[in-house]
């Protein structure tokens, strides 16, 4: 059956009580994408941005790209991005290990992107954003990665649902709705951050 996680994420928002929010744990791919997911979180969550991708090729590239997302941090806190979050954002890093992700790839090397090896870097970066959000007692956990119109919005949140607990709830999304991805587009374009041409991989260098 499928599953509408735009309308399934509303439902959650529309049930939040925004002086006691959810603390969030939200699995950021790179700043442009964090961007138009906040414009739908922000006003609803307690968050926490968690960069950890393993996946991305060469370190310089998973260095930029954290950068940016360093830089969307200090601007959303510096109250100067469109829209202000209940609290001031948080930013955790998981140190690059680029041999846990050539671990889940191997032998799915020469997969199309959108394949078999995707569906094993989701796990893995989703996995990673779990397990932090339950040693950090997060209330929920999900990921910017349903903003790119790349990405399987439906396999991600299969993947979410798949990986909560009872104390720690996936929130099912799909921020590519709503104009997302152009959204992502021009507040790049706007706070002047960094847009990558190719996923993350060395396997996938398909451009964007
Ligand atoms: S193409 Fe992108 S999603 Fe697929 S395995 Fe490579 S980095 Fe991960």
């Known amino acids: 059956m499928d599953v509408n996680y735009d309308k399934e994420f509303e439902k959650i928002k529309a049930?939040?009580?925004r002086e006691n929010p959810?603390?969030?744990l939200l699995h950021v791919c790179c700043a442009p994408c964090a961007t138009a997911c906040l414009l739908r979180l922000a006003d609803s969550f307690d968050i926490t941005l968690y960069y950890a991708n393993d996946n991305i090729m060469p370190r310089e590239e998973w260095q930029k790209r954290l950068d940016e997302v360093q830089k969307l941090t200090e601007t959303v806190n510096g109250g100067l991005f469109e829209t202000q979050p209940l609290r001031p954002l948080?930013?955790?890093?998981?140190p690059l290990d680029t041999e846990r992700f050539l671990t889940a790839a191997n032998g799915l090397e020469k997969e199309k992107e959108g394949g078999a090896r995707c569906a094993k870097?989701?796990?893995l970066r989703l996995g990673d954003a779990?397990?932090?959000?339950?040693?950090?007692g997060f209330d929920m956990f999900a990921t910017t990665l349903t903003v790119s119109p790349y990405k399987n919005s439906r396999l991600l949140n299969e993947i979410g649902?798949?990986?909560?607990?009872?104390?720690?709830r996936w929130l099912p999304s799909d921020f590519k709705k709503h104009n997302g991805y152009n959204e992502s587009i021009r507040l790049s374009a706007k706070y002047g951050l960094y847009r990558q041409h190719y996923c993350g991989c060395a396997f996938g260098r398909t451009e964007m």
């Open 121 to 123: 870097c989701f796990e």
């Open 22 to 24: 959810p603390k969030l």
């Open 130 to 136: 779990r397990n932090f959000a339950l040693q950090h």
């Open 90 to 94: 948080d930013l955790v890093v998981q």
């Open 161 to 168: 649902l798949s990986l909560q607990t009872p104390a720690l």
């Open 15 to 17: 049930r939040i009580d």
